[in-house]
């Protein structure tokens, strides 16, 4: 039913860009064939899923978004991958995202953009747009994203579905194509808090081949998801979240999700977390400076693209012509920026600074979560904007992160969820939820209480 409806709408949608219907099909028949044996079911069997084309896959191309990798075909699968096979879920494709997962439209992908279905003339979010469009076109029940600075959590918003950051080292990173790495974070993306629940639960946990994975076990999400409730919590509301900027329809739900809040037992408490203002400065020096870093891999030499090879010319000249071809403007306009970022004498300047300003957050956190159990915000400051316009406007386009970056640089969780739509345009309002580290169930557990 869902490759029926992938067939129908994906045309105009452009969620995927590599549909494996014959390898779907197959999962599918070996997980009858497992219940028919008697055997023992993978906790999501026969569950289909989009899968962002950001973790590797042994037996499906994985590009991120890039030219870079045209028709790359990873000689291994992401511990997340194998997660899910384990599952036994069925992996309808790969979604479509913005290049290398710089950007927040989709816009930035090499293969065209992807629609918000709400309205396709509208961007889906990003980088993530691909996975949270199948999900909002019912092309998929479960996706997967990936969340540096909100690419899970502003597509699920802009598109009216869930979709969670775990905590940092929640899920493996072996095998997800590194953009920023201490900020990367991949996660679960459904349409209700006890779907992205269960996909957490089967993809989270320690892996011996991610360094900066955590070696405890997952926190009880589903169960949180099982027994939504807000009663005697204390709820944060940061001033940082508001202001200028934020659409009168977003500001509206998100006030109408506290009140909700409040009727439902909890205590709301005011929050004052200065550093916020300076998350989107630090964000977009070091995410840059190690996408710089990350991307250096990319030569011509090992894998993926190689330009003007013809016998003539120097490894040096081959390299700079295939990144030249292979790459985006963005993804350039990264990379320029993190080596600027990172040479010496601006170094302590730039990425120092960038990395203090980093603690800052991360004791504005500490400080707020001794106060409260969960902090909430809307999502984005506005809903789905038109295909096209910001594209040309980089600043216009990082501010769409700019309540859910904080959370990447201290390495909490948290989620976005639908609180309804904005009066002035009909399209969905995300809220979000963050809540401390490994405490990852609380976000479930609120979320659950209010959906
Ligand atoms: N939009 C942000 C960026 O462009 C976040 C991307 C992400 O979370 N992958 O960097």
Redesign the pocket.
Known sequence: AHLARIEAVDEKVHAFLHVDREGALAQARAVDAKREAGEKLGPLAGVPLALKDIFTTRDMPTTVGSKMLEGWVPPYDATLTTRLKAADVVILGKTNM?EF????STENSAYGPTGNPWDLTRIPG???GGSSAALASFEAPLAIG???????R?PAAVTGTVGVKPTYGGVSRYGMVA??SS??QGGPCARTVLDAALLHEAIGGHDPMDSTSIDAPVPPVVEAARNGSVAGMRVGVVKQFSGEGYQAGVVQRFEESVELLRSLGATVVELDCPSFDLALSA??LI?PSECSSNLARFDAMRYGLRVGDDGTRSAEDVTALTREAGFGD?VKR?VILGTYALSSGYYDAYYGSAQKVRTLITQDFEKAFEQVDVIVSPTTPTTAFPIGERADDPMA??L??LC??PT?LAGNSAMSLPCGLAPEDGLPVGLQIIAPAMKDDRLYKVGAAVE
């Open positions: 913005d997962a710089m950007g927040s990003g980088s993530g990936t969340d540096t600075g909100g690419s899970i502003q953009f920023s900020l990367d964000y977009y995410a963005e990264r386009m990082y769409a992160d859910t970056i990447n």
